[in-house]
């Protein structure tokens, strides 16, 4: 009970305070940090619109993406960049024409010098004009370009020549038909 009067007095320390709660000036302050918070909410959900346009081809998906973001304050951003695609559309565009291009510039590899027929990276010779294409490693057979000195399957070295009884008249095919695609080419 004799509390009361000196809360009630003038001398109560805390008057100050609860002053500043009610003065002009903490309400000013109150709707200044409330405005940054509005101001922050609508950046993070602009942030989704413009992080998703750049993420996801559906424009359902974008609408949902920042529907999230306002709905849900400040999480629903978070759930966003959780959830969202890890890569940017020109990336995976840019990676697909590089594939693409990759695949033409193989295909035209993948083919026999002598006839242009389709070859396969494995062929030893061309199944339609019977050149011999590639030397098959000692070791393990594997196919092997013509300017390898070590098979890479196996780490057997090539020696030059080879060998092999069979190389030679492969080889011999082999420089006839150089010689005969060069008169096709000159020709
Ligand atoms: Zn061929
Ligand atoms: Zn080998």
């Known amino acids: 009970m004799g509390n009361l009067p000196f809360l009630a007095s003038s001398l109560n320390p805390f008057k100050p305070i609860l002053n500043f709660f009610h003065s002009g000036g903490f309400r000013a302050g109150v709707e200044l940090v409330g405005f940054f918070v509005v101001v922050l ?4 959900a602009f942030y989704a619109f413009k992080d998703a346009r750049r993420r996801i081809a559906d424009p359902v998906l974008i609408a949902v993406a920042v529907a999230t973001a306002v709905v849900f304050p400040f999480v629903g951003v978070l759930v966003y960049v959780i959830l969202r695609p890890p890569e940017y559309l020109d990336d995976v565009r840019e990676r697909e024409l590089e594939i693409r291009a990759m695949e033409r510039r193989l295909g035209v590899e993948q083919r026999c010098p002598y006839c242009r027929s389709e070859i396969d990276a494995s062929f030893l010779a061309c199944p339609v004009c019977t050149n011999r294409l590639k030397n098959p490693c000692r070791r393990c057979k594997a196919p092997l370009e013509p300017d390898w000195n070590l098979c890479p399957y196996c ?25 005969k695609h060069e008169q096709e080419q000159t020709g």
Do not use: C
Request: net charge negative.
């Open 155 to 179: 780490e057997t070295l090539i020696d030059e020549p080879q060998p092999d009884h069979q190389t030679e008249p492969v080889r011999a095919t082999r420089r006839r038909s150089l010689a």
């Open 41 to 44: 909410w609508l950046a993070t």
